[in-house]
């Protein structure tokens, strides 16, 4: 599994032969400026919520590559309407794809469409592949639910927010890293903008004075699992 930073909360997941792209927000970051979303390759697009720091580029992306949309019901009918593909879920609920089983877990945020239309309510996703398995939180905040996981799922990463304001902060995150059991972090939804800019030395010491490890990547990079 090979997970690529696309810079905020966009990812890019290889499994085998498929690719996942989570939350592409990539044409209105001005620090992702060198990422070219035309070259992104995508079966599938996961989208956590509906606010447009997370689906700015779904559009453009899934038009390009047929991807399948995969979020909660409302979301996925948005783009369906749109003459998009969608596979459309719920919280608990889990399906069975080529690339592994993926369960849409509860998240505490907020979701609405850049025009206010109803979003849905906003959720996190555990990927099990076949060797690997991940946790994306999505924009949350550190709740009891995440104690969950682990009763079903050993984890091998946790990509947890860390930029404070609109999800949880650095303390937070720690102890989310406790919840579902993962001692290996990568960190995401941080330096946009002002408002979620972080200090990414204290951060990764606050983790490893904890026994973790955290991870922050540079936009474009990736690490493999």
């Not at 085998?16 to 990539?26: A, K, N, S």
């Not at 890293?177 to 030395?201: M, P, Q, R």
Request: charged share 20%; hydrophobic share 40%; aromatic share 10%.
């Amino acid at each position: 599994m090979k997970i690529t930073f696309y810079g905020h909360a966009s990812l890019g997941i290889q499994i085998e032969d498929t690719h996942i792209l989570v939350d592409p927000f990539i044409t209105g970051n001005d620090k992702a400026s060198h990422i070219d979303i035309n070259t992104l390759k995508a079966d599938y697009i996961l989208l956590t919520h509906a606010h447009q720091d997370h689906i700015l580029d779904v559009e453009a992306i899934a038009k390009r590559t047929d991807a399948v949309i995969v979020s909660n019901f409302e979301i996925v009918s948005h783009f369906e309407n749109l003459g998009l593909e969608g596979h459309p879920m719920n919280h608990g609920g889990t399906w069975d794809f080529e690339f592994g089983s993926v369960k849409y877990v509860n998240a505490i945020h907020t979701s609405s469409f850049p025009d206010g239309s109803y979003g849905g309510q906003p959720g996190g996703f555990v990927i099990e592949g076949e060797h690997k398995n991940i946790y994306i939180a999505g924009d949350t905040a550190l709740t009891f639910d995440m104690k969950l996981i682990p009763l079903q799922t050993k984890l091998d990463l946790a990509i947890l927010p860390i930029g404070d304001n609109f999800t949880m902060g650095i303390d937070d995150a720690i102890l989310a890293s406790d919840f579902v059991a993962c001692d290996k972090i990568l960190g995401y939804h941080f330096d946009t903008f002002g408002y979620i800019e972080i200090d990414h030395e204290v951060a990764k010491r606050k983790f490893f004075e904890k026994n973790k490890d955290l991870m922050l990547l540079k936009i474009g990079e990736s690490l493999e699992l």
